[in-house]
């Protein structure tokens, strides 16, 4: 397996050129089911294997939960920006140093209790979306173009698959 593959397990997101109802209905699935799904890969790890890298220096299992707690707040309070605002500019993080932070030493069952209650919000809203909410977009000041919500809704579709996905290959692979 090469590295590219290591990193994008599920390949990189792509974009379909028509997003119909049920493309987003299947992303909104996956965004629902995913903490349940991280709960069964991680319940009865150890200390030990919670440290498992997917990739050589790549993140741990314990890293990838709690990126994902953090990647998902931002990506709801980015709903929530373009909702209530025209076509808001988003503030970016900087993941990587987000995940060397102190609170990243916690048990990551920790990041998975606030998975669970965010995306009970998350998906609640993302269920009672219009299509002219659907339609309201974000910039995203990295990449300077704007994101539709009806995107952004695929993006972390495919978000919860690729981290999935990480710690399943962490766990067959066993990188320390």
């Known amino acids: 397996m090469n590295l590219e593959q290591l990193k994008y397990p599920v390949g990189k997101f792509v974009k379909p050129e028509s997003i119909t109802k049920d493309i987003i209905d299947s992303a909104i699935s996956d965004i ?18 919670l440290q498992l890298r997917y990739r050589p220096e790549g ?5 990838v939960v709690h990126h994902c707690a953090d990647s998902h707040i931002n990506s709801y309070m980015r709903f929530k920006l373009a909702l209530t605002e025209n076509v808001p500019t988003i503030k970016p993080y900087e993941e990587s140093l987000w995940a060397e932070l102190p609170d990243n030493n916690l048990s990551p ?5 606030l998975l669970e209650a ?9 269920k009672t979306l219009t299509e002219n909410d659907l339609n309201k977009e974000f910039i995203h000041p990295e990449q300077s ?6 995107e952004n809704i695929l993006i972390y579709g495919w978000h919860c698959q690729h981290h999935l996905a990480h710690i399943r290959q962490a766990k067959d692979l066993r990188f320390d």
Request: no cysteine; glycine share 0%; proline share 2%.
């Open 32 to 49: 629902e089911n995913f903490p349940n799904l991280v709960k069964a890969e991680i319940q009865n790890l150890d200390e030990k294997d």
């Open 59 to 63: 993140w741990t299992i314990s890293q």
């Open 109 to 113: 069952f920790i990041s998975l209790k």
């Open 118 to 126: 965010l995306h009970e919000r998350w998906v609640y809203l993302l």
């Open 145 to 150: 173009e704007k994101i539709s919500l009806k």
